[in-house]
């Protein structure tokens, strides 16, 4: 009798282990959280992300701002390139909202080809300008790719020491 109440207290003191339909369903959740964030992804693959474009009163002039970026820093693309743009607009700023920075400037263009074109000449030319002021330009993700990419970027920099 003594050894029954002591297995029922060792079973009330258990924490519940992971069922395998449990496991099968977290795994299912995350297979489509995946999917989600490569559909994601997928649909902001022609978009170019701006950082560091000094914020200005007239936000009128922000849809040519890609192609002032690229005349003046690539000026052997503008021949080759159709630069078309089909929105622009400035993210919110969610991090900080009494921080200075100016937000970011999200550019989605028709062909994900250009964007490769302009990322890779901004990569070998390594400091683009706008007006004076240094920018960068980098593709737009998905939040959690962006994220997983920063976690990684700590990695990358601990093995290149």
């Known amino acids: 009798m003594e050894d029954r109440k002591n297995q029922v207290k060792d079973l009330e003191h258990k924490e519940p282990e992971d069922t395998p339909l ?11 959280e995946d999917n989600v964030r490569k559909l994601w992804d ?20 922000i849809k040519n701002i890609l192609k002032e970026i690229v005349t003046e820093n690539f000026p052997h693309l503008v021949k080759e390139l159709d630069l078309q743009v089909q ?6 700023n969610k991090r900080n909202l009494k921080k200075t920075t100016p937000r970011q400037i999200i550019i989605k263009i028709p062909r994900a080809k250009d964007k490769e074109r302009i990322l890779k000449a901004a990569r070998e030319k390594q400091v683009v300008t706008y007006k004076g002021a240094s920018i960068r330009l ?3 993700f998905s939040t959690e790719t962006m994220q997983a ?8 920099n601990f093995l290149n020491i």
């Open 149 to 156: 990419r920063w976690e990684w970027q700590e990695i990358f």
């Open 42 to 61: 997928n649909f902001k693959r022609t978009n170019i992300r701006i950082m560091g474009v000094p914020e200005d009163k007239r936000e009128q002039d």
């Open 22 to 32: 449990q496991k099968q369903g977290d795994k299912r959740i995350q297979k489509v």
């Open 87 to 92: 929105e622009v607009h400035r993210t919110p």
């Open 138 to 140: 980098s593709a737009d």
